[in-house]
């Protein structure tokens, strides 16, 4: 007897043009276009098996072995529902398939971090699903179609069907139909984008970014004229800047963008922060860095971007980041080795370090954990179809123990 | 022999409305009207003598004892100048005054708060100085025309010349004659408004207001908007609330300004932050102070507002300052007992405890010397006049040993 089912990754995205804020909380339709970078799924990825079947009872999903309730009318069952509305259309033009889309599904999800990583899980999650069932139910492959589908998972999920350097742009129309994603260039344009996450301790439950966003929409005086006046420039700008493989321009924009993106969530009422103490020196760290590096007639050398929560994402060309690492752990000492996967510091690991110039002032060094882990990684491609030994699911249709 | 002196005292303000950014560095004029509330002189003042005798050799001035320069062109010497340009012009209209405008003055300044708490002094300072000069001078005393040039020896200085709620009038001419402060209420309007003042402990020494200002100008995407379409209407709301007595609306204007004061900072490039992770949980403590209030079917019961720098200054109805300390020193354990200048505590002294209903999880506690110490102060008036036995000038001409 056949077996339905299909297995894929799917990438993490780190947005360099920030989205805050819906103009429709059902759809997931922003109130501004966004620009992530999408980073290898060697290092960072969330995997999903779906698998169709006439025996199962219900669809049901699994998220790193726990059950998840597919609630009627929530995102999950908003993204089943229209994937298999799909697969539909496609039985109903040729009566030859298999009409699997009437069966229920199984569905198992695995990130490949941990979620006290802090690293916004939902886009590459959402993006692995949309991903997975596309492939089960063998749909063509229009991944700024599925965008649309997983942009009403989790807005940010719709970057994640694509590889490299993406705009999610937020369209005008009512029904959502042009808020999708597009590929600026693939990462094959550019693949000397590197990345270093700095995985911040933080005491304090932030705000989540579902409710946090339209309390800005709301209170904010300020969202509005960054929507409507300093985002279109922005989109425009950096866009440019990565197709003329600009890092000074593309650093500059990203490390702005991040800015006010933390500035409207401060000019929210109550003021939503996801920035502390650890987050703010690292920013210091950064500025001063480009600064001597401009002051040698050089070009901007690393750019920060901060999501909703305290973690710096540093970008920076590949040459830049042994030099940034070097800096990090001088002031902010960490427990383990530096997992060191481009292998650029050989045997002798790092021993925390500034460049020659630098003003050692501009932070105190903390204590080992204010920076838990730094996580080297990299421009990536889009979703991944994997193999039938990578499923997540076992022959009796239920999540593989680990 | 007559001797030509006076010695003045003057307040702190603490604005609602913020002022940032100037549209002319030399005049001082700002690029938005800005509102503060005067302290209490009897808790926090500068003390200012000046005297003019023929016998000096130039213009001297001390501040807290030690001798600063009067550049030629700088912030003090304009203001010395146009108060000497003011006394000429009474001499030449009667010729019974004494020519005093024609001899050098000494000038010894003194602040009752130690610099390291952290509160401008520039304000009270240079409102201190221009008073005493005026008084020195005996010119017709209008507030008004005398913080045209106190705003030029710092702009903020200008709304010390008056005690209550002062509002600072951005104006609109090239030579700045319209741009000064007038009183919105006086003190007596609304005596219940008193403040705390949380002084908080920093390592990192910020940007100053003066360079951080300029820099918000020249870089921030939304300072421009909050400039044109939100001040106004800000500065209009609060002082109708001022005339009302109406907490709730005067509170929640000055929370919201505050932040959004911080936000532009935010976004100006590089960014500039003043607060840190005390400052954030004082403002969590706040808001969750006034959400147990509102729940309970009451208004708000505090404002929190920061100016360049960690400081927390909260604004409440004397009514509610015990409960606010017994909040903050409940989080914020103080290494000195609380100076309790009106007496809220009688022996028992702070326990440090939360409302009922308040939800300790907004912030964590920290340990003692976070907030190094606390200031009970309430709306003040004006500068005052001192009698003789209050000089900071010894016969000799050179400030008193303290």
Known sequence: MTVYQATTSAPVNIACIKYWGKRDTKLILPTNSSLSVTLDQDHLRSTTTSRADPSFKKDRLWLNGEEEEIKEGGRLATCIKEMRGLRRQLEDQDASLPKISGYPVHISSRNNFPTAAGLASSASGFAALVASLAALYQLPTDASRLSLIARQGSGSACRSLFGGFVAWQMGE??????????????????????????????????????????????????????????????????????????????????????????????????????????????????????????????????????????????????????????????????????????????????????????????????????????????????????????????????????
């Open 173 to 402: 129309k009512a029904d959502g139909s042009d808020s999708y994603a597009v590929q600026v260039a693939p990462r094959e344009h550019w693949p000397d984008i590197h990345a270093l996450i700095c995985v911040v301790s933080d005491d304090k439950k932030g705000t989540s970014s579902t409710s946090g966003m339209q309390r800005t929409v709301e209170t904010s005086t300020l969202l509005q004229h960054r929507i409507k006046h300093v985002v279109p420039e922005r989109m425009q700008k950096i866009s440019e800047a990565i197709l003329a493989r600009d890092f000074d321009t593309f650093a500059r924009i990203t490390m702005q963008d991040s800015n006010q993106f933390h500035a409207v969530a401060l000019d929210t009422d109550p003021p939503i922060f996801y920035m502390n103490d650890v987050s703010r020196s690292i920013i210091a760290l950064i500025v001063e860095y480009n600064r001597v590096a401009v002051a040698n007639g050089g070009k901007l050398k690393a750019a920060y971007t901060y999501d909703a929560g305290p973690n710096a994402v540093i970008y920076a060309p590949k040459e830049n980041i042994k030099e940034i690492v070097e800096l990090i752990v001088k002031y902010f000492p960490q427990a383990e080795a530096f997992k060191d996967p481009f292998g650029l510091f050989g045997t002798q690991g790092v021993k925390g370090r500034v460049v020659e110039g630098f003003n050692e002032a501009v932070a105190k060094p903390f204590s080992v954990g204010a920076v838990k882990g730094l996580i080297h990684t990299r421009v990536g491609d889009g979703p991944r179809t994997l193999g039938a030994e990578e499923a997540l699911l076992a022959e009796d249709g239920l999540p593989k123990k680990l």
